[in-house]
């Protein structure tokens, strides 16, 4: 075991003494009160691009057989789809993948199959600034490069005076993406920011280890217990009570102070969350091997990758927190800069993990009733391989940014009860000014999704305010 | 007489060029409160580690050991790491307040049990000066006190994690 799976998986199958106990149920707090419409939206981006070729083209195989199928959805790909086509000195380890679901999910909802990232660079930052504000935005990579105008969580939170944890945006990725939750825009900003977590970063092993002072572990002695965080709820409520009395002689943060800082009433359900996962001696709550998705260890547990461990920490917030707005951004993919094999595979992966997303809450009755789940791929794939890493077959890795067809031809799959079913549309001859696609845009979705939770006025005066073209409702998705 | 002289020689002395200051202020003006700026996640590391175990965050290898053989050798760099966990989350205070729960349950620091405590008052005020830099004033003292009366799950490390968990704390 390396530094790397340890990472993912904590000590679990390393010895006897390690428990393995299955996940308790967690906790369901009584979500904010919130004048929302009561309904809930979910933008899950597919991020590093993914391309229509692999995707709906199937032109390597049914990649994504949970959500498309296995036989193409746009012609000029290949005509039938079989299993992913993987050279044999990428297969290994092996997936682990639940059976893919007899009736794909696009039957279930509207899958839009020509959608258009249409401008700005098709780069990951930029491509998921769009999707988090529906606006196109060449931002900067820099830490803190804030979008210019409010994101879809400040829009929710200013309009109805919602808590930040009725707006989460839960990310693979760390270090840039981090800004994304909150604007510049002077009538929003951090005060209107929802709560971002990393998953991958924070929902690790070794937090505990450190923190708990052992540097060595002894699987066969009696104490020979994973380190945890001791969780006590009275301590926890006993000291926040006492830091809120030195905060009230303290003056609030700076409000240019570049951090979020949350309401103590959300940082407190927040901690309460944590605290339970890492008061867990097995580890479990960290990643769930019932959880069924990411790759086979030789001891026959699962290694999850960040793409599963990041959806099975947002199925986790879903369950406790109950909001209205979330964005999920999924990476793994973009590993095809030097690996297609593993771009190939990482559509398996996604495609799993956000099948089982759909599920979980299908299987909760206020959030099935409730939620609209769009997923779309941040932007796609240049349509030149660059030459890296060739497999057996031939193929290399592919880049994305300079913006060819490849890149910015896109699709969207939404799901939901507000949400037309059994609808694959292209649409063509849409208009607006400034609109040269003549097609739906990403921009598109995201307007779509405002108008879900009634904050597409709002976003469509905050754009244009701002000079930029707002998105469209699609109204061929809606019922 | 001779303040007159003095003027008189000194114009006789004085240059003819004149300068314009812009007004100035230098800090706050008076009665208005510092807005404080939070620490980032690499200073809080550093701080709480000092202040809690007296040293500084360092990097080992964290051992595994199975029927003395070893299972796993992880490179622990406790400075890297745990700001790794604490950036992974938009405010990183619920995950501060953990990590120095954990720190405080840890094997390299030792905390009175309440009982053994026989001048609450004196324990909070230390703890206030070694932590803030300065007494507790008068209300937050018998804040701390009332409550390691009243309530059983106040005690010294309830003391030490309120301490921590504020903005004094956590502003530069």
């Known amino acids: 075991m390396n530094r790397?799976?340890?990472?993912?998986?904590?000590?679990?199958?390393?010895?006897?003494?390690?428990?393995?106990?299955?996940?308790?149920?967690?906790?369901r707090l009584c979500r904010a009160a919130a004048a929302t419409t009561g309904k809930r939206v979910i933008i899950v981006g597919i991020g590093g691009g993914l391309r229509l070729r692999e995707s709906l083209g199937m032109a390597e195989g049914a990649t994504m057989p949970n959500l498309f199928g296995t036989a193409p959805l746009v012609p000029g790909f290949g005509t039938a789809a079989g299993a992913p086509r993987i050279a044999p000195e990428y297969k290994a380890p092996a997936l682990v993948l639940p059976a893919p679901r007899a009736t794909p999910l696009y039957t279930q909802g509207t899958l839009v199959t020509n959608l258009r990232y249409a401008d700005g660079p098709p780069g990951h930052l930029q491509g998921h600034g769009c999707l988090l504000s529906g606006y196109y935005n060449k931002l900067e990579n820099r830490a803190d490069a804030h979008l210019p105008v409010p994101t879809v969580f400040e829009l929710h939170r200013q309009r109805t005076g919602a808590p930040a944890s009725d707006a989460w945006y839960v990310s693979v990725i760390g270090g840039f993406?981090?800004?994304?939750?909150?604007?510049?825009?002077?009538?929003?900003?951090?005060?209107?920011?929802?709560?971002?977590?990393?998953?991958?970063?924070?929902?690790?092993?070794?937090?505990p280890i450190i923190v708990s002072g052992q540097r060595t572990l002894d699987l066969g002695a009696a104490n020979g217990a994973l380190p945890t965080i001791p969780s006590n709820p009275a301590e926890d409520a006993a000291?926040?009570?006492?830091?809120?009395?030195?905060?009230?002689?303290?003056?609030?943060?700076?409000?240019t102070d570049a951090t979020v800082h949350l309401a103590d009433t959300d940082n407190a359900r927040i901690q309460a969350h944590l605290a339970e996962l890492y008061s867990d001696a097995s580890y479990d709550r960290l990643f769930s091997q019932s959880f069924g998705i990411g790759l086979a260890r030789p001891d026959h547990r699962i290694d999850p990758t960040s793409d599963a461990r990041t959806i099975y920490h947002a199925e986790r917030v879903l369950a406790r927190f109950r909001p209205s707005v979330m964005a999920i951004t999924l990476l793994d993919v973009d590993t095809c800069h030097a690996d297609?094999?593993?771009?190939?595979?990482?559509?398996?992966?996604?495609?799993?993990?956000?099948?089982?997303l759909w599920d979980f809450i299908q299987a909760d009755p206020e959030l099935r009733d409730t939620t609209t789940m769009l997923v779309l791929p941040e932007h796609g794939r240049h349509l030149d391989s660059n030459g890296n890493n060739p497999d057996s077959y031939g193929r290399s890795g592919i880049d994305h940014g300079k913006g060819d067809d490849g890149d910015r031809d896109v699709w969207m799959l939404a799901l939901g009860p507000d949400i037309k079913r059994?609808?694959?549309?292209?649409?063509?001859?849409?208009s607006q000014p400034g609109r040269g696609s003549g097609r739906y845009e990403t921009i598109d979705a995201v307007m779509t999704a405002m108008q879900v939770l009634g904050h597409d006025g709002a976003m469509t005066s905050e754009l244009t305010a701002y000079g930029a073209r707002p998105g469209l409702v699609i109204p061929e998705v809606m019922r | 007489m001779n303040r007159l002289a003095i003027a008189l020689v000194l114009a006789a002395a004085s240059c003819t060029t004149t300068y314009d200051y812009a007004p100035t202020i230098a800090g706050n003006p008076e009665g208005a409160d510092r807005a404080p700026r939070g620490k980032t996640s690499s200073q809080f590391v550093r701080d709480v580690y000092a202040d809690l175990l007296g040293r500084s965050p360092e990097a080992y290898t964290f051992t595994v050991t199975s029927s003395g053989v070893t299972q796993l050798a992880l490179p622990v760099d406790e400075q890297a790491d745990l700001v790794t966990v604490l950036d992974g989350i938009g405010d990183g205070l619920p995950m501060r307040n953990l990590l120095v729960n954990g720190l405080l349950h840890s094997k390299e620091v030792t905390i009175a049990d309440k009982a053994s405590v026989t001048d609450p008052r004196a324990f909070i005020r230390q703890q206030?000066?070694?932590?803030?830099g300065r007494e507790p004033n008068a209300y937050e003292l018998r804040g701390f006190a009332d409550a390691w009366s009243q309530d059983p799950a106040v005690g010294p490390r309830t003391i030490i994690r309120a301490i921590i968990g504020s903005r004094a704390y956590q502003s530069q």
Do not use: C, E, W
């Open chain 1, 177 to 207: 993406y981090r800004a994304l939750i909150t604007s510049d825009h002077p009538a929003y900003g951090s005060r209107f920011a929802g709560v971002y977590l990393q998953p991958p970063g924070v929902m690790q092993p070794l937090a």
């Open chain 1, 4 to 27: 790397r799976s340890f990472l993912k998986t904590g000590l679990a199958g390393v010895g006897a003494a390690v428990a393995t106990t299955a996940v308790a149920p967690y906790g």
């Open chain 2, 128 to 132: 206030f000066t070694r932590l803030l």
């Open chain 1, 340 to 356: 297609f094999n593993g771009y190939l595979r990482a559509q398996q992966l996604a495609d799993a993990a956000v099948a089982h």
């Open chain 1, 422 to 430: 059994n609808n694959v549309i292209a649409p063509t001859g849409i």
């Open chain 1, 239 to 255: 000291a926040a009570r006492l830091t809120g009395m030195l905060d009230g002689n303290t003056p609030a943060f700076a409000g």
